[in-house]
């Protein structure tokens, strides 16, 4: 599968930003879909991610009740809403998908086959 994320841009603190990832392919809907991201100078981190089967939903602490994230899986699709944006949400934002891996890797990005390209999200304060 390959993946194509849009979205990011410069937002002021407090503001909003829908990024997406378009993914190619006729299983989509067999994906696991996450996203990471990663700060300048900082490792790689996990942000959210959507089951394939059933649609649960997993958010870092860090992002919970401020992101959320959902599936087009007519559209290939996978978005990430964020709201109440903070500087410290200031990253490049990948989405990755992965398919047959158990739950309790869920957060690992080394469990995931396929990643996107970054789209950049620069939060002013």
């Known amino acids: 599968v390959q993946l194509q994320a849009s979205g990011g841009g410069l937002v002021q603190a407090g503001g909003s930003l829908r990024l997406s990832c378009a993914a190619s392919?006729?299983?989509?809907?067999?994906?696991?879909m996450a996203w990471f991201r990663q700060a300048p100078g900082k490792e790689r981190e996990f942000v959210v991610a959507?089951?394939?089967?059933?649609?649960?939903?997993y958010y870092a602490d860090s992002v919970k009740g401020r992101f959320t994230i959902s599936r087009d899986n007519a559209k290939n699709t996978v978005y990430l809403q964020m709201n109440s944006l903070k500087p410290e949400d200031t990253a490049d934002y990948y989405c990755?998908?992965?398919?047959?891996?158990?739950?309790?890797?869920?957060?690992?990005?080394?469990?995931?086959?396929?990643w996107g390209q970054g789209t950049l999200v620069t939060v002013s304060s």
């Open positions: 990755a998908a992965r398919i047959g891996k158990i739950l309790a890797t869920v957060r690992f990005a080394g469990s995931y086959a396929y």
């Open positions: 392919g006729r299983t989509f809907s067999s994906y696991d």
């Open positions: 959507i089951r394939s089967t059933g649609g649960s939903t």
